[in-house]
Structure formats: C-alpha cells, structure tokens
C-alpha cells in the first residue's frame, strides 16, 4: 500500500458527461501528479501541483481540470467525455519537487470507461 | 525523438535465472534522474529503483540492480533470480531537472514472464 488513495476504483459513464476522480496523497507529501494510461497513448503526464499552486503540465486537454484543496488532496475533472478519454487515471504524490531525487507514491489508479 | 525507449515489448525467462530489461534515454541536460517502476495485472505502479545522473555507483535494492551507462544513455534492469511474481509490466521513467516540477516521462514498457 502506497499510501495514495484514489476514488472512485472504477468510474462507467457515458460520451459528453463530466466526471470527478478524487487523489488523497500521503501523509506529509506536498506534490500531486495525475497520469493517464491508455493502450494507445501509453503512460502520459498531465498535471502537477505543488502545496495548492499548478507546477508543471503535460498534454492535458482543454476539456480536463484540476485542482489540489488546502488540505491537499486533489481532484481531477474530466468533462465532454469521448470515448477516447477510456484509461486508467493515477494519482502519484511527492514529497516535494525541489530535490532530483523524488520517488512519486502512485496510487491504486481509477479505471474510467466511456460508453 | 522518443526521451524514453524500451525496445523489448515482451519478455521470458525462467524462475530463479536473472534477466535484463533495456531502458535508453534522451536528454541534454545534466541532471535527471531514472526510476523503473513494476505494474502487476492489479494495475498499481510499484517503485523498484532509482538512478541519478551524479550518482557514481549502480543502484541496487535487494534483487532489483540498474545497470546504469551513462555515456551510452543506458539504465538496465536487471533481477536476478525471478520468481513467479516477478511476472509484470516493467516501465523505465526519467525526470530531468529540477525545474518545471517532477513530472516522470515513461517508456512503453516490457511485459515480462516469469516461467517454471
């Protein structure tokens, strides 16, 4: 257990819907990053947050979002769903971002399928 | 260019013999840092081991060894001595600088299969 919890595990909806997935880092870590895993596009970076402020993004697309609360959990919002945004969505959490050395936490992943 | 290149989309090997998963890299500039994480069927990302590029001695951690060749742009993982639940996806990662936050850039990984 990595200690990254991620919610909901599994997420069914349907094409131009919007969801929610929900990260909660670890215990003491100020970093959030969102990847997305899909079969055609492999494991890409989306976004990074550090301590409530956005640090570094990846190929997020327009139609997605996120935000990291002063409780520092975080929270991704996917919306206009296609069926392409079908993937596996981690949440990783750091310690912080200004050593070289930051072994990222990834949590469980939330499986979302779009029909 | 690919930053990140695993060539080997599959692999076997037989229980208790080593096995090597290539990783190649591509960067200029000269701190980053290489970390293999292990992705069993269940999905979840395990951190293995990591490599910075000032580190002057090849990371090891228990069975798990990164054959790092800098001038060659090379980090290898090599496990020795495979066990069944070895059997996994293996993916090589970087992380460059230290500006412009941590994000981790991935390979396409190796599907290893560990067998009797």
């Known amino acids: 257990d990595s200690g990254v919890t991620q919610t909901p595990k599994h997420l069914i909806t349907a094409t131009g819907q919007r969801v929610t997935l929900r990260c909660s880092p670890r215990?003491?870590?100020?970093?959030v990053y969102w990847y997305q895993q899909s079969l055609d596009q492999g494991l890409q970076f989306l976004i990074q947050y550090y301590n409530g402020e956005e640090r570094a993004k990846g190929n997020i697309l327009e139609r997605f979002s996120a935000q990291q609360f002063p409780d520092l959990h975080s929270e991704l919002n996917l919306s206009s769903l296609e069926l392409g945004d079908s993937a596996l969505y981690f949440c990783?959490?750091?310690?912080?971002?200004?050593?070289?050395?930051?072994?990222?936490?990834f949590g469980p992943g939330t499986r979302l399928t779009v029909l | 260019a690919q930053k990140i290149t695993q060539t080997q989309p599959g692999m076997f090997v037989q229980e208790k013999e080593a096995v090597t998963l290539d990783c190649t890299y591509d960067?200029?500039?000269?701190?980053?840092?290489l970390f293999w994480y292990k992705q069993p069927s269940s999905g979840e990302m395990i951190f293995l081991i990591y490599q910075g590029s000032y580190d002057q001695q090849n990371a090891t951690e228990g069975r798990y060894s990164l054959n790092f060749q800098k001038a060659r742009k090379s980090a290898n993982l090599v496990i020795s001595a495979s066990q069944l639940g070895d059997s996994a996806m293996y993916f090589c990662a970087m992380r460059e600088g230290s500006g412009g936050g941590n994000k981790l850039t991935f390979g396409t990984g190796t599907q290893l299969k560990v067998e009797l």
């Open positions: 960067t200029s500039d000269p701190s980053y840092g």
């Open positions: 990783a959490s750091s310690l912080n971002e200004a050593s070289s050395y930051n072994e990222q936490f």
């Open positions: 215990s003491g870590d100020l970093s």
